[in-house]
């Protein structure tokens, strides 16, 4: 597979980002400590691998915080786990060689040595690189595994989406759209309201810090909602849910708007909710679903070499961005999927 | 069908039991105000069904309350809404006879004229005939189509159900038992304790008004619920949702510890436990699979006749018995599904 790549410097040396203290909340970039050491080599059965783009995800905050989640804590003191696109360097695994591009687990660092099991995807479709970071990503693949499967849209359905410009909801969206459904999109800024409008091609783009989000969910989907795909959580759910037409489905994809569950946050009960409107309510958390990885980069490299979908991206430059990505994630400064490129 | 009816003197007058002022809670029997008139008669297509068996059923808190919900409220002055098992006394519509046992939409009256819309079933098993108004009633058809349908329970899950030894929960069990899964019931007193482990074969049960509910179901459940078949909602549901094993589902089939939801009840968020442990939590109203109605009866009434399956009936007699009856199910006071016996 030949591919153009960015002529990178090579870094004779593995910067890291270490988490070295434990955040409740959202991780800060006092929370990480830069630090640098030798390249490490890869053992039988490892592969080294190195960095091209770091990723930066929302998910990061539950891998950092020391509660039960779906994955186990950081180790503190050890770097921070990360998704990042990068080029094998060396292999000693049959079936990866040197120049190989691939994604996966490789941490916030220059190198990583990694077994195949830390390895999501092996970039082999004709989009661009950085795409493997996004589109091709967990954020994409999140959005078309977790709407088909869960949400099971329709033409013709009501398809509400929250961070609707996010890294995931900017694909949502868009599949949606491309499946014929009425696309509404809950965005926090009114710059953002044009990028789901002019880029994201949805129908209808709500600020929903600005106005009455009861009242402006209720014009945009009169017959309710058919499908509402949550990336927030918290209050934008609490109102969402009691717009929801009968038979409606909740994916529940994150809980960005929520900054700390200790101690345990209130809001009203949904029981009675769920039971009269006949909702199905799930949760999705993609590493349950990589059989289904490859053949959803698929679709969606279709769907992007086809013109049917567009995705932004927030490229930073410098392993020295890393430490204040989540942050900035969370207060939402980011347009598109957040990368790093360290090459 | 040739059947033992019960030998009952048939009224020459249509006693009504008249929902006159609207509860906002669970109504009571200053509620409802009893009325005597003529015996109405059949027109072109409609029945004269004369009721045997009244039923008794939490839902009909949501049919009396002016509040929006999967059915219109009862109109104040009309009889009180709610199913029965009666005999057609007349019939000017095709394929129904004098004679014919049925239930349905009949109201808490002697007398009901209805179209054939109001009738749920026809009374053809050969089981006995109060069985149609709880075992082939809404009460072990709901159990039955909600536990396999929404809970898809497998052998070996644990199947953890609310009001345990009610007119739902009874048969929830029972038919979770007789598919492999481990039972545990919830409920509210230790006499209902006992009655799950003897009569309805729960392997554990539990008197959530005793103790330490999340030790309880800790211990009763080490590897978390797979399958929570809840009737209660509010607390219990809080406690158990947090011990839900990773894909695990809840079936939200009523709300009956709540006592009011005006002023709207508030709980612990749960976003964020849907989405770890990747939950499906679905709301089951029977009135969107009467399709499956008639071969859920076959199934229950090969259960009960291969002594798979115990019921129990909670019977009163007198149509006078009626205005109390919501009150004292939901306090809990009956045993079994309870009917009222007018013949």
């Known amino acids: 597979m030949p591919r153009d790549i960015p002529a990178f410097s090579r870094p004779k040396r593995n910067r890291r980002v270490l988490l070295t203290t434990r955040p409740t909340g959202v991780p800060e970039p006092g929370h990480f400590t830069l630090d640098e050491g030798e390249i490490p080599s890869a053992g039988d059965g490892e592969l080294l691998v190195r960095n091209i783009y770091l990723s930066v995800d929302p998910a ?17 003191g050890g770097p921070m786990r990360a998704l990042a696109v990068g080029i094998v360097i060396a292999s000693r695994v049959e079936g990866y060689a040197a120049g190989d591009f691939v994604y996966g687990f490789f941490g916030w660092q220059d190198y990583a040595v990694v077994a195949p099991a830390a390895i999501l995807h092996r970039c082999a479709q004709d989009i ?3 795409a493997f970071g996004s589109l091709c990503g967990i954020n994409g693949v999140t959005a078309w595994i977790a709407l088909n499967q869960l949400g099971r849209p329709k033409a013709g359905d009501t398809l509400l989406v929250s961070t609707a410009a996010g890294s995931v909801g900017s694909f949502v969206g868009q599949i949606g759209r491309s499946l014929g459904c009425r696309t509404v999109g809950l965005t926090g ?5 044009s990028q789901c409008l002019n880029t994201f091609g949805y129908d209808v783009a709500i600020n929903y810090r600005t106005g009455d989000l009861q009242a402006e969910v209720s014009r945009a989907a009169p017959q309710g909602v058919n499908v509402y795909y949550d990336n927030t959580g918290g209050t934008i759910l609490d109102t969402v849910l009691r717009q ?21 946050p209130t809001g009203p009960r949904n029981e009675r909710e769920i039971l009269t409107r006949r909702l199905v309510w799930s949760g999705f958390v993609i590493f349950d679903h990589m059989a289904a990885y490859a053949d959803a980069c698929e679709a969606l490299a279709k769907l992007l ?12 430059a410098g392993i020295e961005a890393a430490p204040r990505a989540i942050a900035d994630l969370y207060a939402g400064r980011n347009t598109g999927k957040s990368l790093i490129y360290i090459g």
Do not use: F, H
């Open 128 to 130: 661009p690189l950085e």
């Open 60 to 76: 990061q905050r539950g891998w950092a915080a020391d509660v039960a989640n779906y994955s186990e804590p950081v180790p503190l």
């Open 305 to 316: 070499t086809k013109g049917k979908l567009s995705y932004l991206t927030d490229m930073k």
């Open 244 to 264: 929801m037409a009968v038979g409606g489905r909740i994916v529940q994809c994150g809980t960005a708007s929520v900054q700390t569950w200790v101690p345990q």
């Open 189 to 193: 800024s009114d710059a953002k309201v």
